[in-house]
């Protein structure tokens, strides 16, 4: 694949609250929404296109220049994280942003992968120059497998775990390994067993059970009790935690400005996840996030109109 984007919408967003990392500054590397998998619970939607094979998709060095000029603003974050619009490790440039986000700051790096492409060396190699590693496990065989996460054909559950405890043996950085769980899918005790078993293989740093706290791809994949999820934990053991509410912090004047700009919108007329994203000029990630700070404030609700997702202001 070659370069598929422009810059007119940035590669940087935040810094934003995250759950799991703190104030998030984000670097978005692929187009939207280009991924290996097809997740039921994406809160971008669904995949466009869904592909193993890796692409140039960016100019690295208009990433680089964007990022050096928001750094120069004094930006509060806690971590760089690479991630974004799709499947990061899909960006054959992907150790080339690293280098160069490591001349500009001294703030951790991290990557949220699907780990899909972990079994290659190559992407391997790329990833283990950051300092933290967030990949994904939903699933522990090839069932409950293509039913969360819908892979592409090039994509097994062997070779994702196989990539996992590969990495393992590699990095000596931080790997916080985030299980999404769907009540009735990958929640039943065989399936949690499994799930304890593949762990112990990947020896991770942090296990982080997660559910729909934001709305999902697919109707019906819904928020899971904490009193559930915590039971869960205990049955994994060792490193396993449910992941809480993102923490209150700062967040940037822009993105302050970005969420007022979209429930503008909303009071307008309710709007898709595209629809905003076309009216202001972002990108999916982006939006997402200024629409999930909207949601946890109660600003704005979701609704299914069919196979999409429409969000509105309370008072509509």
């Known amino acids: ?29 692929v187009p939207p ?13 669904r995949t466009t296109q869904k592909s193993a094979v890796r692409g140039d998709f960016v100019d690295i060095r208009a990433v680089i220049a964007e990022l050096k000029a928001k750094l120069a603003g004094g930006v509060r974050a806690d971590y ?32 949220i992968t699907n780990g899909t492409l972990l079994h290659r060396p190559d992407v391997r190699a ?48 931080q790997i916080w390994l ?7 899918v990958n929640t039943k005790p065989e399936q949690i067993q499994k799930l304890r078993e593949q ?41 396993c935690e449910v992941v809480g509410a993102a923490p209150e912090g700062l967040v940037d004047h822009q993105t302050q400005r970005r969420c007022a700009d ?12 595209e629809d905003i994203c076309k009216g202001l000029g972002i990108r999916p990630v982006v939006a997402t996030k200024y629409t999930s700070e909207l949601l946890d404030e109660g600003a704005i609700v979701s609704e299914h109109r069919g196979a999409i997702l429409y969000y509105r202001t309370c008072t509509d």
């Not at 409950?144 to 590969?166: M, Q, T, W, Y």
């Open 199 to 239: 762990i112990q293989r990947i020896r991770p740093d942090k296990v982080q059970l997660n559910s729909a706290v934001r709305p999902a791809a697919e109707k019906g994949v819904e928020a899971i009790r904490k009193e559930t999820l915590e039971a869960i934990a205990q049955q994994i053991g060792g490193v």
């Open 178 to 184: 985030e299980v999404f769980l769907i009540e009735g």
């Open 126 to 173: 790329e990833c283990i120059k950051a300092d933290l590693i967030v990949p994904s496990l939903d699933a522990a065989d090839a069932a409950v497998f293509e039913a969360v996460n819908r892979p592409a054909p090039d994509i097994s559950i062997e070779k994702l775990v196989s990539g996992l405890v590969d990495l393992r043996d590699a990095f000596s950085g």
């Open 33 to 45: 929404k280009i991924c290996t998998l097809d997740c039921v619970y994406c809160q971008l939607g």
């Open 80 to 111: 760089v994280t690479i991630g974004g619009s799709g499947e990061p490790t899909l960006n054959v440039r992907l150790g080339e942003l690293i280098d160069g986000i490591r001349k500009l700051t001294e703030i951790p790096i991290a990557i």
């Open 1 to 29: 694949m070659g370069k598929t984007d422009s810059n007119a919408t940035g590669y940087i967003y935040g810094p934003v609250p995250s759950r799991r990392l703190g104030l998030s500054l984000g670097v978005d590397i």
């Open 262 to 273: 979209v429930l503008s919108m909303l009071k307008r007329r309710p709007c898709s996840l």
